[in-house]
């Protein structure tokens, strides 16, 4: 996605604007975690412990079978 960005950037203002604005954001976010790394590492292990709960419960339960069931696909 951001590969897209970035070359849609080159032709286009807004996406230029936009990719822009994710490189500054993305830079303050990697100072912030230079700064604050115990915070930084504790918050993406908690996100990647999440992701895996998640994708086991979809798993296990049969989630997404069980929406397309919900929903008649």
Aim: net charge positive.
């Amino acid at each position: 996605m951001l590969l897209g960005l970035w070359i849609w950037s080159t032709e286009f203002r807004f996406a230029e604007r936009l990719f822009d604005s994710f490189s500054r954001k993305a830079r303050e976010a990697w100072a912030h975690a230079k700064r604050h790394p115990v915070s930084s590492a504790a918050i993406t292990i908690g996100g990647l412990a999440a992701a895996g709960v998640a994708a086991w419960a979809i798993t296990h339960y049969e989630l997404v079978g069980k929406a397309k069931d919900a929903i008649g696909i």
